[in-house]
């Protein structure tokens, strides 16, 4: 008989010592909890931003390919317009040389 009381006060113990075991944890469980959500959070913002800057980018990126391209486009047709002032001259020259 004593030994079923032995046994039974142990399990009482036991049992005690699980309760007080998750009463302890359980402050501890919600801060890792609260602190998971906060990372997956913050994870999420990093990405937005990181998809902002590269859009950021991509529009500087287009805006310079194409200020280069009306450049050299306005290049272009700086360089045909001097040849067709030079090709002028020499049709002038050439029709002063034939008229004489």
């Known amino acids: ?3 079923k009381l032995l046994i039974a006060l142990f399990a009482v113990m036991a ?3 699980c309760q007080k075991a998750q009463e302890a944890a359980a402050p501890a469980m919600e801060q890792a909890k609260d602190a998971a959500g906060a990372a997956a959070d913050n994870a ?7 998809a902002h800057a590269a859009g950021d980018a991509a529009a500087a990126a287009g805006d310079a390919v ?8 306005q290049g272009a047709a700086d360089a045909a317009a001097h040849g067709a002032d030079k090709m002028q001259e020499m049709a002038d020259k050439a029709k002063d040389a034939a008229s004489h």
């Open 66 to 73: 194409t200020d280069a391209a009306a450049n050299a486009a």
């Open 44 to 50: 999420t913002q990093a990405v937005d931003n990181a």
């Open 15 to 17: 049992l005690t010592a």
């Open 1 to 3: 008989m004593q030994s």
